[in-house]
């Protein structure tokens, strides 16, 4: 079965620091995606960043990167230079790819991160 | 501006009173999903069409339907709702349901209490 994992409830961090947040996945499916997703307080769901598993090098947009380790199944979002906008819950999915799948993605539990001033 | 739009944004109704979620989206996708999201267990999948006229169970579809009768809507429909569906529900739409290449765009969210 697919699962994602996130095992962070939630974080701190300082602002103008960089944070990483985990994510841990599991699915027998040779091709798939992986993706970070931010949901402020307002509660809208921001795509962030989006990786491929055939993908060979890590994905990067703007201040955020995913650290992609495909033998160890985890991949872990990378937030440079922290801003007190970043304070939101963070989410981690996942979507296989082919004919036969339905196109659902899977969802982390989610992490809550704060930014300090 | 290509967005994926919910109405009601927030609706407080009572068991068995029948309503309607609807969703609309202006990019030409073909694939559109319908999540809920509760705490602690992040958003599941109620329902999810590939195209017109071709929709099927998600996760957690007990209590809800859906219709696809046009390609730009996707209306959520609770025929008899339920305190146990209080939940925030997502729409959202990408241009393939098959090629993880394509980011699911969201829309802002229908915030539903049934008491």
């Known amino acids: 079965a697919q699962k994602i994992t996130q095992t962070q409830p939630g974080m701190f961090v300082q602002e103008k620091e960089a944070v990483t947040l985990d994510c841990t996945y599991d699915?027998?499916?040779?091709?798939?995606?992986l993706f970070w997703y931010k949901q402020p307080s307002s509660g809208e769901m921001i795509f962030l960043i989006y990786?491929?598993?055939?993908?060979?090098q890590n994905a990067t947009e703007g201040r955020y990167s995913l650290n992609f380790q495909k033998a160890r199944k985890s991949a872990n979002l990378v937030i440079s230079a922290s801003q007190l906008g970043d304070s939101a819950m963070y989410f981690c999915?996942?979507?296989?790819?082919?004919?036969?799948?339905?196109?659902?993605?899977?969802f982390g539990q989610g992490t809550t991160l704060q930014v300090k001033p | 501006e290509a967005q994926v739009t919910q109405n009601p944004r927030y609706l407080i109704t009572v068991t068995g009173k029948k309503l309607t979620v609807t969703c609309s989206q202006n990019?030409?996708?073909?694939?559109m999903s319908w999540y809920r999201q509760d705490p602690g267990l992040g958003l599941r999948q109620i329902y999810y069409?590939?195209?017109?006229?071709?929709?099927d169970k998600g996760d957690v579809p007990e209590g809800y339907k859906v219709s696809r009768k046009e390609k730009r809507n996707f209306p959520l429909i609770l025929e008899s709702p339920s305190p146990n569906q209080t939940s925030l529900y997502f729409c959202?739409?990408?241009?393939?349901?098959?090629?993880?290449?394509?980011?699911?765009?969201f829309g802002p969210g229908t915030r539903l209490t049934v008491t």
């Open positions: 959202a739409s990408s241009l393939s349901g098959t090629s993880g290449l394509y980011e699911q765009y």
């Open positions: 699915t027998s499916d040779q091709s798939y995606g």
């Open positions: 990786q491929g598993s055939y993908d060979e």
């Open positions: 999915a996942m979507r296989a790819d082919g004919s036969s799948n339905t196109g659902k993605l899977i």
């Open positions: 990019m030409n996708h073909e694939y």
């Open positions: 069409s590939m195209n017109v006229e071709v929709t």
